[in-house]
């Protein structure tokens, strides 16, 4: 069986899901953007264990259904145990999205940061609009790094040192051209959903804003803190070399290097910080 990647990224994915949005922000989407007061069956491509079901489901009127499909055996295992004994009508599917026959129509097609990993992203939004009836919403929730590395800070240490932002523009448009995944996708859709026929289609911004502060009690500082750590880069040769692949220069690839470095060791549980992750919420609805 082929190794699927974000299988073992689980522990992962459910520190992060706490970074974006606050359940009264979710709660007025719901109620006052999208304007939901009726039942809707949502379909979530690739749902990973769930989360964004965990969030609008106790939010959206009772009798509403939520599926959701995804690659990962181990992700659609442990959404199935999470929501076993909830009281929700639910329904999880292990399969590739992009091929799936699905046998109805839903209201609502969404999904939270799978666009970014598409080599082409309108073929998966070309499927989210095939399987939604007319008048329903296409929903994406994605990122858009240039914004998500500038809304980070880190007290005692100037940002151009820990986020050489002009740099990683630079590369991640290279990947784009290189791959056609593009991290910064969150600002480029609704202009897609526009292209694609959408209408009413409107775009906002996730409104939460983590902070820590070591002068603070605070009970859950520990688990936001590992959520917002960053890795260390590992070998420094490596690195470079593969940053190198990418189409940086050497003096770039080895400026890169330092900042991620830096920030990793830089970035400790008594630090002072926030980040605003800033992730774009587009929405349109089908024709």
Same mark, same amino acid.
């Given at each position: 069986m082929e190794h699927y990647y974000w299988d073992e990224q689980i522990a992962y994915l459910k520190r992060s899901a706490s970074l974006y949005y606050n359940d009264d922000y979710i709660q007025f989407l719901i109620e006052r953007v999208w304007k939901i007061d009726?039942?809707?069956?949502?379909?979530?491509?690739?749902?990973?264990f769930g989360h964004l079901g965990l969030r609008l489901m106790p939010l959206l009127p009772s009798g509403s259904t939520y599926s959701g499909i995804d690659a990962g055996s181990k992700?659609? =295992?442990?959404? &199935? !145990?999470?929501?076993? *004994? /909830?009281?929700?009508?639910?329904?999880?599917?292990?399969?590739?999205?992009?091929?799936?026959k699905f046998e109805k129509?839903?209201?609502?097609?969404?999904?939270?940061?799978?666009l970014l990993h598409m080599t082409?992203?309108?073929?998966?939004?070309?499927?989210?609009?095939?399987?939604?009836?007319?008048?329903?919403?296409?929903?994406?929730?994605?990122?858009?790094?240039?914004?998500?590395?500038?809304g980070f800070y880190l007290e005692g240490v100037d940002?151009?040192?820990?986020?050489?932002?002009?740099?990683l523009q630079e590369l991640f448009e290279r990947d784009v051209k290189c791959t056609g995944k593009d991290g910064n996708i969150g600002a480029k859709l609704p202009l897609y959903f526009n292209q694609l026929g959408l209408r009413q289609v409107e775009c906002r911004v996730s409104d939460r804003?983590?902070?820590?502060?070591?002068?603070?009690? =605070?009970?859950? &500082? !520990?688990?936001?803190? *590992? /959520?917002?750590?960053?890795?260390?880069?590992?070998?420094?040769?490596?690195?470079?070399?593969?940053?190198?692949?990418?189409?940086?220069?050497?003096?770039?690839?080895e400026r890169q290097y330092e900042a991620?470095?830096?920030?990793?060791?830089?970035?400790?549980?008594?630090?002072?910080?926030?980040?605003?992750?800033?992730?774009?919420?587009?929405?349109?609805t089908v024709q």
């Open positions: 009726s039942p809707v069956n949502i379909i979530d491509y690739g749902c990973g992700l659609i =295992d442990h959404a &199935r !145990a999470l929501f076993n *004994e /909830a009281p929700y009508d639910t329904e999880f599917m292990n399969g590739d999205f992009l091929t799936y129509k839903y209201d609502i097609a969404l999904c939270h940061a799978v082409d992203p309108m073929q998966l939004l070309r499927k989210m609009i095939d399987c939604v009836k007319k008048d329903g919403k296409i929903i994406t929730f994605e990122p858009h790094w240039n914004g998500n590395h500038a940002q151009s040192r820990i986020m050489p932002l002009g740099l804003v983590n902070v820590l502060d070591p002068t603070v009690d =605070d009970q859950n &500082r !520990a688990e936001r803190y *590992e /959520a917002m750590r960053f890795s260390d880069p590992g070998e420094r040769e490596t690195y470079i070399r593969n940053l190198l692949l990418r189409g940086m220069q050497l003096d770039e690839a991620e470095r830096l920030i990793a060791s830089a970035f400790t549980s008594t630090s002072a910080a926030a980040y605003a992750p800033g992730m774009r919420i587009t929405f349109g």
